[in-house]
């Protein structure tokens, strides 16, 4: 483990060792200005010795691996985990919209100047992934004299990837081309047959069936299947939505890489010149070629240039949360027609969601909560503490932040792959 170090005017020097950081406090020279990473700051002036430290970035849509290392020694390593509920929360909103329209509110002026998107519009759930990518390189910008910058991009093609003898003029026609719409296609695609039964309930109406919520898997042919009318009301009505799986993976992850990728160079380079990029197979042949274990902080670790760098004791797994709910009702409808409120308070007994606390020796942060003062408490990767802990035994340590951090029990030695 090492303390990561600022001088007086808050700019990151080369971290120390725990002793050293424990002399400077006891002797007033330091002070503490972060927990997790634990990081203090000097009172005196102080340039400080710097080593070159290059810092490597697995890019992803889902995690985000970090490395910064020197030549010798590993100084951070990260696993950061990215939101994945943004759709589904702007699919409920429209949802919520759609309903106003046709029940009796106030009345609102219609607006028909705020529908063109400014250049360079992403959408909203890319939009924070390219965020949270250059959040994370800031953060460890702040605690290291950082002097190189290594980004792992991808680019993809997808329609590659679904036909894997596609050429030429094939490109420009599409899967869909010669049909009305997308039900006529999946129609044809499936021969007229309920693909369930195979035709054995004899029920002649067809109906097309999302097998993901069109609130998270679309409209397009992959997440459509056809049924008779038979099977598919027997499928919502007794609950077996899980039995059809989607045959072919979606590809939303992909696409979402290739639109993010220059984002993610582009904003990194206005704010940090010394930046170069990388690609997956680079990363692989290096990580094979060394020996070395699949994960995302060792991708990142050989995407610094230093493979072999003696890993830390100590890594950081760091999660993105939503910062605020302002829904008003909850979704769900109970009897009577009712919708509940959705007005919690924002503290209960002094604590609220996503407050790293202190249970029994062990740090964890609240997921869930109770008016009467019992609190769910996890750890970031889901793994429970406790269901129900009375907030008279939990010490809070840090209050919550959209970007959670967690500090684990690293490998020491390196992880070299098995057979």
Known sequence: MVVYVINRQGKPLMPCSPRKARILLKQQKAKVVKRT?????????????????????????????????????VLFEG??????????????????????????????????????????????SVQHKVDSHLKVVQLVHRIFPVTKITVEVAQF?????????????????????GFWNVREYVLFRDKHTCQRCKGKKK?????VHHIESR????????????????????????????????????LRD??????????????????????????????KNTRITNGLGKSHEVDA????GYPLAKPMDTVYHLKFVRKNNRQLHKATISKGGKRKSNKAERFVKGFQLFDKVLYEGQECFIFGRRSSGYFDIRKLDGTKIHASA????????????????????GDSSPTYATA
């Open 37 to 73: 990473p634990f990081t203090i700051q000097l009172f005196y002036g102080s340039r400080g010795y710097r080593q070159p430290v290059s810092l490597g970035v697995d890019a992803g849509t889902k995690h985000i691996g970090l490395s910064a290392t020197t030549e010798t020694r």
């Open 79 to 124: 696993d950061v985990q990215l939101r994945t509920d943004i759709p589904q929360l702007l699919a409920t909103r429209l949802q919520f919209r759609r309903a106003r329209r046709s029940r009796t509110t106030r009345y609102r002026k219609a607006r028909f100047l705020n529908r063109k998107k400014s250049k360079g519009w992403l959408a909203p």
């Open 157 to 177: 093609d997808t329609q590659l990837l679904k036909n894997p003898s596609i050429k030429g003029e094939e490109y420009q026609q599409g899967e869909q081309m």
């Open 203 to 207: 029920d002649n109406i067809l109906n």
């Open 215 to 250: 609130k998270t898997g679309g409209d397009s042919p992959d997440n459509l299947i056809t049924l008779c009318e038979t099977c598919h009301n027997e499928i919502h009505q007794k609950g077996l939505e899980h039995t059809i799986k989607r045959k072919t993976q979606t």
């Open 254 to 283: 992909v696409s979402q890489m290739t639109v993010m990728r220059w984002f993610i160079y582009n904003g990194l380079k206005e704010r940090y010149p010394h930046i170069q990029l990388t690609y997956g197979y680079i990363t």
């Open 301 to 304: 670790r050989c995407i610094s």
């Open 390 to 409: 009375s907030y008279k035994k939990l010490t809070r340590i840090e209050y919550a932040r959209t970007l959670l951090i967690e500090r684990r029990k």
